[in-house]
T-cell receptor
Framework: AQSVTQPDIHITVSEGASLELRCNYS??????LFWYVQSPGQGLQLLLK??????LVQGIKGFEAEFKRSQSSFNLRKPSVHWSDAAEYFC???????????FGQGTRLTINP | ETGVTQTPRHLVMGMTNKKSLKCEQH?????MYWYKQSAKKPLELMFV???????ENNSVPSRFSPECPNSSHLFLHLHTLQPEDSALYLC?????????????FGQGTRLTVV
């Protein structure tokens, strides 16, 4: 069965600092991996996705993620955060793309001015 | 209008009421989904529809009844709900071809059962 673990429930960083959000997955085959962001009271917006190929994936809003098969990880990074990045971030794994998405519990990101 | 639209955005209902949530996607997708997002729990997939046919029911209680009249519209009919059903209900859609698909989400309906 698929599962996703986001070890950090809440992270606080200063504006301008770098960010890394952790995601570990469990899945028997090559997974399809996603990062979504949710602002308060809003739905989920796709930041980036990995299906195959280059293991370093670029997304929107300056985010990137790296797929590391040996570590079963898909960590999200941003070199310099902005106050508008404060939100909740969800990692997801899909055996068949969008058809069977399993989400992590989310990491809430707070930005200090 | 573009994307995935959900109405209403907020709903308060009593345990004996019957109400419906509506979702409409303007993306030309062929698959639609209902998710439940409760506090302190991961998003839970409830139902999947492909080409208007239900292909997944993730052990959802019968007090939740989905309906997909066409590929653009999805409803969730609610009756005799419990307070623990209070949550954010999210609709999503995707274009299924090779399995390498991504889900596009609506803004959700915040449901409170009193």
């Amino acid at each position: 069965a698929q599962s996703v673990t986001q070890p950090d429930i809440h992270i606080t960083v200063s504006e301008g600092a770098s960010l890394e959000l952790r995601c570990n997955y469990s899945y028997g085959a090559t997974p399809y991996l996603f990062w979504y962001v949710q602002s308060p009271g809003q739905g989920l917006q796709l930041l980036l996705k990995y299906f195959s190929g280059d293991t370093l994936v670029q997304g929107i809003k300056g985010f990137e993620a790296e797929f590391k098969r040996s570590q079963s990880s898909f960590n999200l990074r941003k070199p310099s955060v902005h106050w508008s990045d404060a939100a909740e971030y969800f990692c997801a794994v899909g055996a068949k793309g969008a058809q069977k998405l399993v989400f992590g519990q989310g990491t809430r990101l707070t930005i200090n001015p | 209008e573009t994307g995935v639209t959900q109405t209403p955005r907020h709903l308060v209902m009593g345990m004996t009421n019957k109400k419906s949530l509506k979702c409409e996607q303007h993306l030309g997708h062929n698959a639609m989904y209902w998710y439940k997002q409760s506090a302190k729990k991961p998003l839970e997939l409830m139902f999947v529809y492909n080409f208007k046919e239900q292909t997944e029911n993730n052990s959802v209680p019968s007090r939740f009844s989905p309906e997909c009249p066409n590929s653009s519209h999805l409803f969730l009919h609610l009756h005799t709900l419990q307070p623990e059903d209070s949550a954010l209900y999210l609709c999503a859609s995707s274009q299924e071809r090779t399995g390498q698909s991504e889900a596009f989400f609506g803004q959700g309906t915040r449901l409170t059962v009193v």
